[in-house]
């Protein structure tokens, strides 16, 4: 099944959270991360208003490779289990 991906960003493209990758050091973006079964399902949910306006964040379409990128401060495992998870709530 093909997935999509989307990205509300809670501050900036480089505002962190967490801890440290053990290995890497990296650490991942924070916000949070959502997987929708359609592109539309994935559209609108960025479309949507976004319910605090006090909210810095933003929301944007991102394929695997970028969330990959922006969770980085997990591991490859807990990474793939998180997509794995989430891909059957759909």
């Known amino acids: 099944m093909k997935l999509f991906y989307g990205f509300h960003y809670h501050g900036g493209k480089n505002t962190t959270t967490g801890e440290p990758h053990p ?19 994935r559209d609108e949910w960025i479309n949507e208003e976004i319910a605090h306006a006090s909210d810095p964040g933003f929301r944007e379409a991102i394929n695997k490779k970028q969330a990959r990128e922006l969770c980085a401060g997990c591991s490859v495992a807990d990474f793939n289990e998180y997509i794995r998870l989430e891909s059957l709530l759909l």
Do not use: D, Q, Y
């Not at 290995?23 to 399902?41: P, Q």
């Open 23 to 41: 290995i890497t050091g990296r650490m991942s973006i924070a916000g949070e991360l959502k997987v929708f079964a359609t592109k539309e399902a």
